[in-house]
C-alpha cells in the first residue's frame, strides 16, 4: 500500500512540473487510440504544439476582392503619380512653383492654355486631383479568416456610427475643457461665430465622404449630432473639424454675379472696374447711353493705339455684347508695352460691361473669355 502510494505521488509530481512548464498538453481520449505510459504505468501528457499548424484557406471571394482592390490601387497610384506631373508642367508653364500649385491655379491655368467655345462645363478640359474623379472605394472590412476589422462592422455604417462617436468623443473633451475653465476662474460665455457656407451637407455627399449608403435618417441623426457639438460654449475650438461637414449653396452662376448699375448726375448708368494684363493696369469707366465715345489717358484711343491690332483687342468686348456706339468708355492705363496696355484695357472695359448684360450673355462672355 506505501508502494502505491508512493509511485502515485512521483506520477502527480511528474504531470506537475510538465504543466507548469507551459506546455500545451491533452490527452488522448478517442476510442482505439495508443495511449504512452511511463514506468509506474500513469499516462504521459501529450503536447499539441509539435503537431504541424493546419494553412487557413482563402475564399474565391476574397482572393476576387484582393485581385480588384490591388489592381484598382494600382490603376490609383499611376493616375496620382500622373495628375503630379501634369501639375508641375502646368505650374512651370505659369512660371509658378510646384510645391505651391493650387487646384485654383491649375483651373485657371488650363482655361488661359487651352481655352474652349463648348457650353457644357464638363465637356471643357480640366484636371482635377483623382479623388475628385474616381469614385472612392472601400478597404477590405474582414481579414482572411472573415473577421471583420471595425468594431462597429454590424451596424452596417460603420463610418458613419464611427463619425457620431468621434463628435460624442469631442463633445465630452469640450466638458472637461469647461470644468477645467470653471475651476480656474477663467470661463465667461463668448458664442463665436464660425460656421461657414450656409447649411450642413446633403445625405448624397455625406454617403460620397464616408463611403457608405445613407439616407435622410442618417443625416437627421448626424445634423442633430453635430449642433449639439456646434452649440457647446467652447465649440469653435473644433471649427476646423465642424466646417468640413459644412456647404456653400452659392452656384457658380451666382458666384458670376455682377454688380448692380450705378447712376450720375445726369442719370445716366455707368459701371468701373480694373484690370491687369502682364505687368500693366488699367482702369476703365463705360458709362450708358452713349454715342461710341472711347477715350484712354485723355485722349481718343486711336491715337494712343495706332496699330489695328491693338484697336481691335479694345473694340471686341463691344462688338461681341452688341454695345458698339451705344455706350462711352473712359480709361486709363499704365505700366509695359501696347499689346499689354490693349489687354488690360480689354479686360477692365469687359468686366465693366458685365453690369450692363443678362445673365446669358454673361455666361457667353465668360465661355468666350473677352476678359481673359
Known sequence: ?????????????????????????????????????????????????????????????????????????????????????????????????????????????????????????????????????????????????????????????????????????????LDVHEDKMIREGKHFVDKKEFLIGEDWITAEKLSMMLVEKLNDFHRAQFVKTIERLTNHNYGYLEKDYINGFRRVVASQSEALEAPDLMYNSEGRPFMTSDGRRKSCWSKATVVGNGVGKYVINGVDFRDVFPRQQDREQLLFPLQFTGFMNKVDVDASVDGGGPTGQAGAVRVAVSRALRSFVGKDMLEQMRIGKIHA
Open 1 to 173: 500500500m506505501a508502494l502505491q502510494k508512493s509511485a502515485l505521488n512521483r506520477s502527480l509530481f511528474k504531470v506537475k512540473n510538465l504543466l507548469s512548464s507551459g506546455i500545451n498538453t491533452s490527452w488522448a481520449s478517442n476510442e482505439g487510440s495508443t495511449v504512452e505510459k511511463d514506468s509506474f504505468g500513469s499516462p504521459v501528457p501529450y503536447d499539441t504544439s509539435l503537431e504541424p499548424k493546419k494553412e487557413q484557406k482563402i475564399s474565391k471571394a476574397m482572393e476576387a476582392y484582393l485581385e480588384r482592390a490591388r489592381k484598382y490601387n494600382a490603376f490609383y497610384k499611376e493616375q496620382l503619380a500622373d495628375f503630379e506631373i501634369g501639375k508641375r508642367h502646368l505650374a512651370n508653364m505659369m512660371g509658378q512653383d510646384p510645391e505651391f500649385f493650387t487646384q485654383k491655379d491649375i483651373d485657371e491655368a488650363i482655361e488661359y492654355l487651352f481655352p474652349s467655345g463648348l457650353f457644357e462645363p464638363r465637356a471643357r478640359p480640366m484636371m482635377k486631383h483623382p479623388d475628385k474623379i474616381f469614385p472612392r472605394r472601400k478597404e477590405a472590412e474582414f481579414d482572411e479568416s472573415g473577421r471583420p476589422f471595425h468594431p462597429l462592422f454590424y451596424t452596417v455604417q460603420p463610418n458613419f456610427y464611427q463619425t457620431l462617436s468621434d463628435m460624442v468623443a469631442k463633445l465630452r473633451a
